[in-house]
């Protein structure tokens, strides 16, 4: 099972990214998915999540009407696209496959991109 991140970087404030993840080795259509964010010192938190379909989508407060959650389940592909970035947006973005498989909780993370938002 992989989970991996790309697309993060430096950007200035006010300016955009598109953070993807390609998963492999498990039935990505089956999971819900979801981006974290942890920046030095605080917890990770949650920013968005889809639902396996992509039928619905959640949001953190603070990311609504700024940050895009998507998926194509067709390229086993995640994107979180990032617009009107803050240097408190600056953070390790994770991706997150999570799913009830047979009763059991199938938990799976990546290892994270990082996002600087700075001047």
């Known amino acids: 099972v992989q989970l991996v991140e790309s697309g993060g970087g430096l950007v200035q404030p006010g300016g955009s990214l598109r953070l993807s993840c390609a998963a492999s080795g498990f039935t990505f259509s089956r999971y819900d998915m979801s981006w974290y964010r942890q920046a030095p010192g605080k917890e990770r938190q949650l920013v968005a999540s889809?639902?396996?379909?992509?039928?619905?989508?959640n949001y953190a407060d603070s990311m609504k009407g700024r940050f895009t959650i998507s998926r194509d389940n067709a390229k086993n592909l995640v994107y979180l696209k990032m617009n009107s970035l803050r240097p408190e947006d600056t953070a390790v973005y994770y991706c997150?496959?999570?799913?009830?498989?047979?009763?059991?909780?199938?938990?799976?993370w990546g290892q994270g991109t990082q996002v600087t938002v700075s001047s």
């Open positions: 889809i639902t396996n379909t992509g039928g619905s989508t």
């Open positions: 997150n496959a999570r799913a009830w498989i047979w009763g059991r909780l199938s938990d799976y």
